[in-house]
């Protein structure tokens, strides 16, 4: 199996390769460049270093959400356009699960926040004793209060990752005190190798018409759009 995996869901802009069970290539780039000004260069790298052609993949997998609306439409539309173009097949990752993926020592609950604004982030929580998030609560968004409300039954030992990790750090100590740990700069982003390891075991595959963003809430333009229409009325 061969297979390319892209994340541009939050602020790091990532891909990876896995070819017969390991990474051959992975790549994050954090810099005042935009993901669609480093995606594509980043995915020509990939493929030429690891030796492939973007038809010799069996699936192109990429992180299709919770996180940035531009971003994750960013590396959705590429990946249509890559796989429709190559003839070849999708495979969706979840962020907060990879994120989550990407920790396996730590034997508490595993907390990875994207930041939604406005107060809230895109949370979830995990068990990843064994290198497999074993997932404890769906991905939603939540004012940060209760979202360690809802995370308090889970646990006494929580481990924070993810952009809404330095969003919310005074917070979250606050409220939690020495229960709240916060990963370390290499744990804190998701790693692309985690995405593409995640889409290896994934059974379910998507025509590059069926690919589509992961969204928790409606993006800023729509929600005020319909503030607009209903002050209309």
Known sequence: MK???????????????????????????????????????????????????????????????PGSFTGVRIGVSTVKGLCHGAGIPCVTVDALEAMAAGINSFSGVVCPIQDARAGQVYGAAFHCE???????????????????????????????????????HKRLTELLGEQAVFAEPQQAFLRPAAAANLAAAKKERLTWKELEPMYLRAPNAERCKKLVEAANE
């Open 3 to 65: 297979l390319l995996a892209v994340d541009t869901s939050g602020p790091v802009c990532g891909v990876a390769v896995l070819a017969d069970g390991a990474i051959v290539y992975e790549c994050s780039v954090t810099n005042k460049l935009t993901h669609s000004t480093n995606l594509m260069p980043m995915i020509d790298q990939a493929l030429t270093m690891s030796g492939l052609t973007l038809k010799e993949l069996d699936y192109v997998a990429v992180v299709t959400g």
């Open 130 to 168: 064994n290198g497999v998030p074993e997932r404890l609560m769906d991905d939603i968004p939540l004012k940060i209060e209760e979202y360690v409300s809802a995370i308090s039954s889970f646990g006494n030992r929580f481990l924070f990752l993810g952009d809404g990790m330095p969003v919310h």
